[in-house]
């Protein structure tokens, strides 16, 4: 009764109510920054006075935005492909293992997604003051690699507990070379979780914040981290104007994601 | 099917086609880099802690004794609990609807949440610092209706954290428990109605009782995760209103302090830990953490 419409009388009213309104809280500021990162109002004021693109020609007249856009994709792009191969490598280790401590191997992985990322970025920013890698795209992705090597382990890790083993073996039956199987058979059969590894590592690198201001210097900045100081000093629209892109990123990725699982599907 | 292509890729060399390792070993890089760039890191601070500037319990006793240090271990507490009830009472009216939602509207909510959940966290935080300034349309559309004569502080303050927390914590609780409600088996809540339970005793005594691991689950999550945010509770709570991660970053960064900023995320790390060997007591799986 209560998992069907007919049976919730005035009730189902209620929760379409409540689903609706909250459908609205979470597209709210989203759409209202991108509305008025077009007003021409330098305090933000709503509705605005007047349509610009004036944040925009800011936005790209300054060489820093671009600079620190720059860093991150670079940054984000070599994260993503070291996080899945080694997260690729050590998913088979805990997938295809009957060791003793596999279980606890398998929690120690994924602890860098439990505690606070806080942490790890001030312990972090300690060590690499020490050994000289603090302000430097090495240590940015020595530790942007940290936070996004669970998503991979998870994401591959999972595709490859789906995966029938049996086939592997089949394939070295036939007299490939276990590595050749595991290259040529396995790895294209689980293309769907390594993809997903590979969004959700570019992702965590592109949007990490926490790690990254103390990761940063005046000089080597991310995107999140010249958003971040900017922020501190005011709220100028030209944050809008980048947040407005950013968000148009963000559309248009989820796009490719629901194309690619749906191609993958269909085949 | 795949020969022809097969045919293409060179072999691997003889050497390489060989070789065979154990999968511990596969193992070993990423163990390797965790144990050099994540335990070893937050082992050496948590160290300082007792060790700096001299070896005791100082920085500890510093800490605990103090009402300012007491005064945000309080207020993270307390915006953790209020963003953990929020979300779960909003939460779970939204799920149990996108269990029923016809395809077409189911999707577009949930394309809704996923845009919200995969929007940069800076981004959503200063949207919502513009939404929540004195000027912002939330005061002004208060304003307008009459309802308030002067704009409500809501920036700069806890109000502000609670609502900015809440908005980003929203997805962690309703896409969880929209699996947990997928799962129930409508024809024991049939069952319910034919034995003559009203709406509300089907709800109380069968629905709710069967949604609890979930909503229990989901609640743990958001409130670990509340505990150590960093971003939205300095920007949305001002300088005045500290949280705890805020503290171990001001310690560390402008007072360089490393004692008493290992000593602060000792306490972080204890209570996190200690909720999440709960969470894994209770499920016996690993809640999905975030930033």
């Not at chain 1, 820093?64 to 670079?74: G, H, I, N, V, Y």
């Not at chain 1, 959700?200 to 100081?229: C, G, H, N, R, Y």
Request: net charge positive; hydrophobic share 60%.
């Amino acid at each position: 009764m209560l998992l069907h419409w007919n049976g919730l009388g005035w009730w189902r009213w209620c929760l379409v109510a409540t689903t609706a309104a909250v459908a609205c809280f979470l597209l709210l500021p989203i759409v209202f920054i991108a509305a008025l990162s077009f007003g021409s109002s330098q305090w933000l004021i709503f509705p605005p006075p007047d349509w610009t693109l004036r944040w925009y020609q800011e936005l790209l007249a300054d060489p820093r935005w671009l600079e620190s856009a720059w860093t991150s994709l670079k940054i984000a792009l070599v994260v993503s492909a070291l996080s899945v191969f080694v997260g690729t490598i050590a998913a088979f280790g805990l997938v295809r293992g009957a060791f003793p401590a596999r279980n606890a191997l398998k929690a120690f992985f994924l602890t860098p997604m439990i505690l606070p990322v806080v942490v790890l970025a001030v312990a972090l920013y300690a060590f690499f003051l020490r050994i000289g890698l603090d302000g430097t795209i090495t240590g940015f992705v020595v530790a942007h690699l940290v936070v996004a090597l669970p998503y991979s382990i998870l994401a591959i890790g999972g595709a490859l507990e789906g995966f029938d083993k049996s086939i592997e073996d089949a394939a070295i039956l036939c007299g490939a070379a276990p590595l050749e199987a595991a290259l040529r058979v396995t790895v294209p059969a689980i293309a769907n979780g390594l993809f997903s590894a590979a969004v959700f590592s570019f992702l965590a690198s592109w949007d990490e914040v926490v790690v990254a201001i103390f990761m940063a210097s005046p000089t080597l900045q991310t995107l999140p981290v010249k958003i971040w100081a900017t922020l501190r000093q005011d709220l100028t629209p030209v944050v809008a104007a980048a947040s407005t892109i950013l968000i148009v990123f963000t559309l248009a990725l989820m796009l490719v994601v629901a194309l690619v699982r749906k191609v993958a599907k269909s085949t | 099917m795949r020969s022809a292509d097969m045919g293409l890729v060179a072999r691997p060399a003889r050497a390489v086609r060989t070789l065979r390792l154990s999968p511990f070993t596969l193992t070993i890089p990423a163990s390797a880099l965790l144990i050099i760039f994540f335990t070893i890191p937050v082992l050496v601070l948590l160290l300082r802690s007792v060790l700096e500037p001299e070896p005791g319990l100082g920085n500890y006793a510093a800490l605990l004794g103090s009402t300012t240090y007491l005064r945000i271990f309080s207020n993270t507490f307390i915006v953790s609990a209020v963003v953990t009830l929020v979300t779960l009472a909003i939460g779970f009216p939204v799920a149990w609807t996108l269990a029923l939602l016809p395809p077409f509207a189911g999707q577009l909510v949930f394309g809704i949440i996923l845009l919200s959940m995969w929007t940069n966290l800076l981004v959503r935080t200063y949207a919502w610092m513009v939404l929540l300034q004195r000027t912002g349309i939330i005061n002004k559309t208060l304003m307008g209706l009459g309802l308030i004569s002067e704009p409500l502080p809501l920036v700069n303050n806890l109000t502000g954290v609670t609502i900015g927390m809440t908005y980003i914590m929203l997805p962690f609780v309703i896409l969880p428990l929209y699996g947990v409600v997928r799962k129930i088996d409508g024809s024991i809540l049939q069952a319910a109605a034919l034995c003559g339970a009203t709406r509300f005793q089907a709800l109380r005594l069968v629905f709710l009782p069967l949604v609890q691991p979930g909503l229990v689950a989901g609640g743990l999550m958001v409130f670990v995760m509340s505990l150590g945010y960093f971003i939205t509770p300095a920007l949305l709570g001002g300088t005045a209103n500290m949280m705890l991660a805020e503290l171990i970053t001001q310690f560390v960064q402008s007072l360089v302090n490393w004692g008493m900023g290992g000593a602060a995320a000792l306490v972080l790390l204890t209570v996190t830990l200690a909720l999440y060997a709960l969470q894994l007591r209770l499920f016996g799986t690993a809640g999905l953490g975030g930033r």
